[in-house]
């Protein structure tokens, strides 16, 4: 949770509770607790290495390194730097999936352990992380068409599809066919 002083902004610890509404419906509304921050961003990976960031006034824009951005009038973005998802995903599902999955997991990884909150037997239905992404996909997408178009359709990873989408198990970084979960 952040808060903020007339002095100081700063990263909290306290867990942030949904409050239930006045009137309760026929169906009783779960609670929702935030007990973790996980961040994989421009200006740091990481929660009090963002934050510091952001309060120190820095900026993630820089010069384009992802690609070559010549013939384009944009030369600057933002992008996430010193990241590697080997640290948060094994090597095939790496290969397998794009960058904002890779981005995914890590912050999703980083949220349960800056929480300190361990799942136990039985509770991995009732756990979760909220993931908010516009768009995915386009890296692996712009992959696959680069081989169709070099090596034929027969060289296309039959792995195109679940690479793009971020259905991923965050404890083990794998693809699975539920949304995110944890167990």
């Known amino acids: ?8 902004p700063r990263i909290t610890r306290e867990p942030y509770i949904q409050e239930e509404p006045a009137v309760r419906p026929a169906v009783r ?17 990481g929660a009090e290495s963002f934050w510091d960031a952001l309060t120190q006034g820095k900026s993630g824009v820089g010069p384009i390194t ?17 990241f590697d998802p080997h640290d948060y995903m094994d090597r095939k599902e790496v290969r397998r999936s794009d960058t904002f999955i890779h981005y995914a997991v890590a912050a999703a990884r980083l949220a349960m352990e800056d929480s300190g909150f361990k799942v136990r037997n039985g509770e991995a239905e009732n ?11 386009v890296g692996l997408l712009e992959q696959a068409c680069k081989v169709l178009n070099e090596r034929g359709p027969s060289r296309i990873s039959p792995y195109i599809i679940p ?3 971020a259905e991923v198990d ?14």
């Open 163 to 165: 690479g793009m989408i």
């Open 66 to 82: 992802r690609f070559d951005p010549n013939g384009y009038d944009a030369r600057i973005a933002a992008e996430v730097k010193g």
């Open 1 to 8: 949770m952040v808060t903020v002083d007339s002095d100081q």
């Open 127 to 137: 756990v979760g992380v909220s993931l908010g992404s516009g768009m995915g996909g």
């Open 170 to 183: 965050i404890l083990t970084g794998k693809k699975t066919v539920m949304a995110f979960r944890w167990g």
């Open 29 to 45: 509304p779960r609670r929702v607790v935030v007990t973790g921050l996980g961040v994989v961003s421009p200006v740091g990976i």
